[in-house]
């Protein structure tokens, strides 16, 4: 008698769908595992630009003139960011306030990030998934938990 060797269609099959629900499994927790790590940039360079803003008010008793600042301005976000964030600063001069904003672009499109004078943290703006906006805090996983 021959000895057969190999695998049957059967036996390949098997292996075929079990890879597919692993990979059915992992993927979508891999996206949303990179997509959390890339909101990390926003809420870091939002913070950075507060200090920044606060540092100012120190020196000038104001707001005022912080986004027209000369270089490196309080309203310039930190070097070497990606482009997945566009940050905006608002200094208001006769209320004594402001509002810096960070909103998502590609990979993070639908997330919007601010802070004020207050260090009030908002998601003004999510995805579907991620709560219902806005949120008083800096929303860092689906379901709305927050930082």
């Known amino acids: 008698m021959k000895q057969s060797s190999g695998f049957t269609l059967i036996e390949v099959m098997i292996v075929v769908i079990v890879i597919a629900v692993l990979a ?15 909101l990390t940039e926003a809420r870091t360079a ?3 630009m507060r200090a920044r803003m606060e540092h100012y008010f120190q020196d000038n008793r ?3 003139g912080a986004d027209t600042a000369p270089a490196p301005s309080p309203c ?3 070097p070497n960011l990606s482009n997945l964030f566009t940050y905006s600063c608002n200094p208001v001069p006769a209320a004594g306030t402001y ?8 990979q993070v499109n639908g997330f919007t990030y601010t802070i004020d004078q207050a260090n009030s943290r908002r998601t003004t703006q999510a995805p579907a998934g991620w ?9 860092v996983r689906k379901g709305g938990e927050c930082q």
């Open 131 to 139: 709560g219902t906006a806005p949120i008083a805090c800096w929303v």
């Open 76 to 78: 310039t976000p930190p």
């Open 62 to 64: 104001t707001y005022a």
């Open 99 to 106: 509002t810096i904003q960070a909103v998502g672009n590609g």
């Open 24 to 38: 059915s499994i992992a993927y979508p927790a891999y996206t949303d595992y990179v997509i959390r790590s890339r």
């Open 46 to 48: 939002l913070a950075d």
